[in-house]
């Protein structure tokens, strides 16, 4: 990890920053434009209910330039938790300089500290070659399953 680039938990002073990293993020991997006010609700509810997950954020120079959520997925089949990467993202001008690993490597290192932890997963867009990359050279796997939804 670099030695400029710091990981904490995301704190209240940060909603606005992951408000629009979030924004900034549906724009680009979806082309979808997300309507503020209802990301920041959705943002502010994992504040107000921490069992809901938690954020982290990555700073250089006291400037936060990535961050990522994490939520809980009990595994009845192995009496332990995933935790689920959300809502990744990384300045442009940031990438592909150790942000993310730094930010994945702290997430691993609470999830090895939380003896309900079995796994960490997390969802990527089909053509997102990069990323696809970024979280192999991390030791991560792709996995057998196939995404299905259905919103409500």
Same mark, same amino acid.
């Given at each position: 990890? @670099?030695?400029? /680039? ?6 209240? /002073? ?35 209910? @921490? ?16 961050? *990522?959520?994490? /939520? ?12 689920? =990467? ?5 300045? @442009? ?26 796994? /960490?997963? =997390? ?14 050279? *991390?030791?991560?796997?792709?996995? @057998?399953?196939? =995404? ?5």
């Amino acid at each position: 990890m @670099p030695d400029d /680039i710091s990981v904490r938990a995301a704190a209240r /002073i940060d909603v606005e920053t992951l408000v629009r990293f979030n924004q900034r993020l549906a724009e680009e991997t979806e082309d979808k434009t997300l309507d503020a006010e209802t990301v920041r609700g959705g943002v502010e509810a994992v504040f107000d209910k @921490p069992t809901r997950g938690f954020y982290l954020v990555a700073e250089r120079g006291g400037c936060v330039v990535g961050s *990522l959520m994490v /939520i809980s997925e009990w595994s009845d089949w192995r009496n332990g938790a995933f935790w689920w =990467l959300q809502s990744v993202y990384v300045r @442009p001008a940031d990438r592909r300089k150790g942000v993310y690993q730094a930010l994945h490597r702290a997430v691993r290192r609470r999830a090895r500290d939380d003896e309900d932890v079995c796994g /960490i997963r =997390l969802y990527v867009e089909r053509g997102n070659e990069g990323a696809q990359k970024t979280y192999k050279a *991390l030791g991560m796997t792709e996995a @057998p399953y196939r =995404l299905y939804g259905e919103m409500l």
